[in-house]
Nanobody, 121 residues
Framework: VQLQASGGGLVQAGDSLRLSCAAS?????MGWFRQAPGKEREFVAS????????DYSGSVKGRFTISRDNTKPTIYLQMNSLSPEDTAVYYC??????????????????WGQGTQVTVSS
């Protein structure tokens, strides 16, 4: 399975952005992670196989929304009220073993190439 992330860019604080991640094959749980310069990769959001169950990190809950369209198949990350602290490379991930949204980060089987999100103040 290959994952192609897109939608990153340069925006101002308070703006919105939507990321997409297209999968080349069937996947179950999928997620978004991000890595800021000098920091470790961190969990952002995840979604179960049919889109009913989602998980979010505390720093994005209420501002970001993860969703999926299994007819494509693609997941999305709608990011609202962006702040400079959201600046990072965003990576999508996919599991072919876990169906629920609670996937141990090391258990994802596939990763996308990353898309840069930069939020200016």
């Amino acid at each position: 399975v290959q994952l192609q992330a897109s939608g990153g860019g340069l925006v101002q604080a308070g703006d919105s952005l939507r990321l997409s991640c297209a999968a080349s094959g069937r996947t179950y749980a999928m997620g978004w992670f991000r890595q800021a310069p000098g920091k470790e990769r961190e969990f952002v959001a995840s979604i179960n196989w049919n889109g009913v169950s989602t998980d979010y990190s505390g720093s994005v809950k209420g501002r970001f929304t993860i969703s999926r369209d299994n007819t494509k198949p693609t997941i999305y990350l709608q990011m609202n009220s962006l702040s400079p602290e959201d600046t990072a490379v965003y990576y999508c991930s996919a599991s072919t073993r876990y169906m629920g949204s609670s996937v141990p980060p090391r258990s994802y089987d596939y990763w996308g190439q990353g898309t840069q999100v930069t939020v200016s103040s």
